[in-house]
């Protein structure tokens, strides 16, 4: 994806959801990582998983704590199949070019939202294509409030975020 298009859609995305969703990387924690484009061809899909990535340590979730929301565009219609199905909550999407899903994965305590177990697909007839921008933690502690529990504030989030950074393990 070419970077002016890469940054006008991110614009329309932080437009649309009120999330920051800007990519500090290598510099500092970021609050959304780059677009992943994904390709499905014949018998493409993608098995039924949660988005968030609470037990991979990885820089990301380091920096900047954890992928809160997820926005899906779909990139191409698809013939037959590549619907995303929300397996629990009983949705599917048929993929709709120019279409995008948003939701949060994280409840205002940040654990994972279990009805957000999904799923693509497979493509039966025609090709898919999608771009997925996840939206974190960081940057957002006062657009989307939320901390460990329901009745918390963003800023006991933004203490959580700090000490991950720094890889502090204080009790809460
Ligand atoms: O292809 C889909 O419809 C879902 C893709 C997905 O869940 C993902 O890339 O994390
Ligand atoms: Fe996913």
């Known amino acids: ?15 649309v959801t009120g999330l920051d969703v800007t990519d500090r990387q290598p510099f500092g924690p970021s609050s959304g990582e780059p677009f992943q484009l ?19 340590q990885t820089d990301y979730l380091r920096e900047s704590g954890e992928r809160i ?3 899906l ?3 191409s219609d698809v013939d037959i199949g590549g619907h995303t199905v929300f397996v629990d909550a009983g949705i599917s999407v048929a993929p709709v070019k120019g279409m995008a899903l948003f939701w949060y994965n ?17 493509v ?26 329901p009745n918390s ?17 204080a009790p809460h």
Not at 124 to 147: D, F, Q, S
Not at 153 to 169: F, G, M, Q
């Open 1 to 15: 994806m070419q970077e002016v298009t890469a940054a006008r859609l991110s614009a329309r995305i932080t437009d």
């Open 38 to 56: 994904v390709n499905y061809g014949l018998g493409g899909h993608y098995s039924a998983h949660f988005d968030i990535l609470k037990s991979q």
């Open 69 to 71: 929301a997820t926005f």
């Open 73 to 75: 565009l779909y990139l």
């Open 106 to 122: 994280t409840n205002p305590a940040l654990e994972q939202e279990p009805l957000t177990l999904h799923a693509g697909c497979p």
């Open 124 to 149: 039966l007839k025609g090709h898919k294509w999608i771009a997925n921008k996840w939206i974190w933690t960081y940057g957002n502690m006062y657009r989307h409030p939320c901390g460990p529990s």
């Open 153 to 169: 504030t963003h800023l006991k989030v933004e203490r959580i975020v700090n000490r991950r950074r720094h890889n502090i393990h």
